[in-house]
């Protein structure tokens, strides 16, 4: 546990306030987001989130209890470690926005508005849900080997490619706004509702915000108990979780058209779920079991994450898939077709 003062817990408050204001502004207006675009907000958003890494380094001190414990770890590396592992799992995210956008025809100028509101929602569930993870762990030590069986049995899907399959048609949460709401057919521009026959209904937009919250609930499942082994401070799990979900719309556009290039990423993100279920158990057997049990260190996670992260992004680019090939390589005339 950590000593954050006050203002600083304020100071992030602030920040991400203002952020997402600037953010609204800057997007009032219903565009396409284009690559160059894309690219500055990214670069802005791990800007903010590295100098805000940096303040925790400086100000974040273990408390004396900790201290006397015999843990004097780093704020600073938790905060990035634990930012740079919710990175890395957000890029998966990518793949069901994809789909989700995809199955409800959404425009693309609509796009960054549905993705606004889905980040707003995931700052206030991923509050609920970290806080409660916090609370839970602290009385309870022994539900880490349960998020370390989470992780593992998430890394053997993706091992499997099973995350491949999520299909928006399929969501619970869109079958029952369905029964409760009538849905338009059209869209009007980023209104969540009209009214026809005199008659209110929610129009497409509705659903497609739904569809994104109820997804980001599905990653929390994986989300969740991956931060928690890096670090059981709500103010480090909670603002690394909230820098990375902010700059998730940019990297999402950013990447757009491109995501199935990185076709070794489901792969890395597996290897790194499994890692970090593994420093669950060896986190929760010391604690429960016998202190005699080393921890997995937080700086060799941090390195772990970085290498398999960039290892399955520079593989995916040295050795693309079979279909991306064939379609690169000019077609080779036939012997009738040859002068």
Known sequence: MYDVPTWLWIGFGVTVVVALAIDLL??????????????????GWVALAVVFGVVVFIFVEPTQAAIAAGDDGSAGVDYFTAWLLEKSLSVDNLFVFALIFAYFKVPAAYQHRVLFYGVMGALVFRAIFLSLGVAVVSQFTAILFVF????????????????DEYDPSTSLAIRLMRKVIPVSDEYHGTKFFIKEAGKRVGTPMLAVVVAIEAADLLFAVDSVPAVLAVSDDLFIVYTSNAFAILGLRALYFLLAGMLDKFHYLGMGLAIILAFIGVKLIFQASHEVIDESIPHIPTQLSLAVIVVVLAGSVILSLMRPQKAETEAEQPAVPDEADRP
């Open 148 to 163: 370390a069986a989470i992780l593992l049995y998430s890394a053997y899907k993706l091992f499997r490619g099973d995350d």
């Open 26 to 43: 800057a997007h009032r207006d219903a565009h396409v987001i284009r690559f160059k675009e894309a690219a500055w907000w990214s670069v």
